[in-house]
């Protein structure tokens, strides 16, 4: 009679204490893993935000060439660089072309406008790297003393590690106008996170 009252009672107001505590430890670790995940990627958000979406972008100065990376005709890189020159920052304008056939869709590398010189080059690799390596030979080899670098803002960062370490003198990062939407921010985010670990990890020009 008394184990049927017990067995109504537990019935009646559900789990013990006992069997309610050993729920939560077991949920604890669970829980406490989902709030460090949710905290890493909060953190990487705001790094993102900081280096990938709001970087820091140099005031055009007086160089000896203003560089295009490539693709140079995404956001607005290449009017960019035509802008800045016919400003009189520089009158050479040097123009990356990651396909073989891009010479033919950028007139400006066989009919550059009035009174600016276009050089165009495709990197080898075709990477920010293999731009960099190719800006750094073109600097030595003609004693440029500063260039103005020309990509897009999302780029402008990585650029600014990567061509820095190959480039002699002082490297200014212009970002042309042209935003991605926001999927393509979040692209964005997680390519270029991508590229700068594989920067890290790849010390040196």
């Known amino acids: 009679m008394a184990q049927q009252r017990s067995a ?3 019935r009646l107001f559900g789990p013990g204490r006992k069997q309610k505590a050993a729920r939560k430890k077991r949920f604890r670790p669970r829980r406490l893993a989902a709030k460090a995940v949710l905290a890493l990627v ?17 005031e055009p100065a007086r160089a000896d060439a203003i560089v295009v990376l490539g693709p140079p005709l995404v ?4 009017p960019t660089a035509f802008a800045l ?8 304008v040097v123009i990356s072309i990651g396909w073989p056939k891009g010479r033919q869709r950028i007139p400006a590398c ?12 495709q990197p080898d690799p075709g990477t920010t790297r293999g731009e960099a390596e190719h800006i750094g030979a073109l600097a030595r080899a003609r004693h440029w003393h500063s260039v103005l670098v020309v990509t ?11 061509v820095g370490r190959c480039v002699p003198g002082t490297v200014r990062l212009v970002a042309a106008p042209g935003t991605p939407s926001t999927s393509g921010w979040l692209y964005q985010f997680a390519y270029q996170t991508g590229g700068f670990a594989k920067a890290l990890l790849h010390q040196g020009c």
């Open 110 to 121: 066989t009919q550059p406008p009035a009174g600016i010189t276009v050089e165009c080059f």
């Open 75 to 78: 956001d607005g890189r290449l």
């Open 8 to 10: 109504s009672k537990r």
């Open 85 to 92: 020159a016919r400003e009189h920052y520089a009158n050479l």
């Open 152 to 162: 897009s803002k999302y780029h402008v960062s990585r650029a600014r590690l990567i």
């Open 42 to 58: 909060l953190l990487w958000l705001a790094a993102c935000f900081l280096v990938v979406a709001e970087p820091t972008v140099n």
